[in-house]
């Protein structure tokens, strides 16, 4: 018999800081997902006194089947849970794929996927010329903003025209004039109030940048550039606060914004395959079949 010694790769003090503040910001997400959830939804009784909103910890815990002990270690980043538990609650959180799928990596011990290095970056850089009339940009893990084509550096700006703590997609999405049209109260009006000549609507894509940098700033807790970007957000757009601090996450969906007038529809597309790298176009819609000639008319 051959006897094997398997040596275990000791992990660094700052990947073991990493995984302790993923852990964190699970039961920050738990914590604040418990209370949007109606006890009634749940077909817990509506009535009774509730010092909180939403479910209690023990009903939480009953509902997913795990003791009440295990799931407020959760909630503290204290435990762990496989990927089973974490589905079992997010189930009763009324979560969707994206929303348990974001639980069980923040429960992972695993560290996220980061981008590939800047050489790398670089001649990705060339695939944005591929949409010669869409804008388009180049993002990191982060979604700092990496390069820009041509229309995209004309409606939103091109990331060397900026400070380097403002080259992040969001920054430059909040500093179109139609943002400013978002309430304070909604984080997803009907329509801006006040459309943009150039760029409208922006307030469905704004969102949903913003949900999938929520989940890049869950998966990257502790990084100081996601604690910058975060502190600029709130610096430079303090009206949209209440965006800011929201924890929702979710699909990004496929959000319609108008660019000088023409309809276009937001894509978020990973080339590699991988979340750490992502391309963000707005691609006009194709015309229908008589719309052109309807307009000279």
Do not use: K
């Not at 980061?114 to 869409?134: H, K, N, Q, R």
């Not at 590699?272 to 008589?290: D, E, K, N």
Request: hydrophobic letters at 45%.
């Amino acid at each position: 018999m051959v006897s094997v010694e398997v040596t275990a790769t000791p992990v660094s003090a700052a990947g073991r800081a990493a995984v302790a503040a993923r852990r964190r910001e699970l039961g920050r997400c738990l914590r604040a997902y418990r209370a949007l959830v109606d006890p009634a939804s749940v077909g817990l009784p509506a009535g009774g006194r509730r010092r909180a909103r939403g479910l209690r910890r023990e009903e939480l815990a009953a509902l997913s089947g795990i003791s009440l002990t295990w799931y407020t270690g959760l909630e503290q980043g204290r435990a762990t849970a496989s990927a089973q538990v974490l589905d079992a609650v997010g189930r009763v959180l009324r979560l969707d794929e994206v929303g348990r799928q974001h639980l069980r990596r923040l429960g992972a011990d695993d560290p996220p996927p980061v981008a590939p290095p800047g050489a790398y970056l670089g001649d990705l850089a060339g695939l944005l010329d591929s949409w010669p009339t869409a804008p388009a940009a180049l993002l990191d893990h982060r979604l700092d903003v990496v390069a820009v084509n041509g229309p995209w550096a004309r409606v939103w700006g091109a990331p060397a025209d900026r400070e380097p703590a403002r080259r992040h997609v969001l920054t430059m999405l909040a500093a179109s004039p139609a943002s400013s049209a978002l309430p304070a109260s909604s984080a997803l009006p009907a329509s801006p109030a006040h459309p943009a000549p150039a760029v409208s609507s922006i307030d469905g894509l704004l969102v949903s940048v913003a949900r999938q940098f929520r989940m890049a700033a869950d998966m990257h807790a502790g990084d100081p550039r996601i604690t910058e970007i975060g502190a600029v957000l709130r610096l430079d757009h303090p009206d949209l606060e209440d965006l800011w601090d929201c924890r929702g996450v979710g699909a990004f969906g496929r959000p319609s914004i108008d660019l000088a007038g023409e309809p276009a529809t937001a894509h978020l597309l990973h080339p590699t395959g991988q979340p750490s790298l992502a391309v963000l176009v707005a691609a006009p819609r194709p015309a229908l079949p008589g719309a052109r000639e309807g307009r000279r008319t």
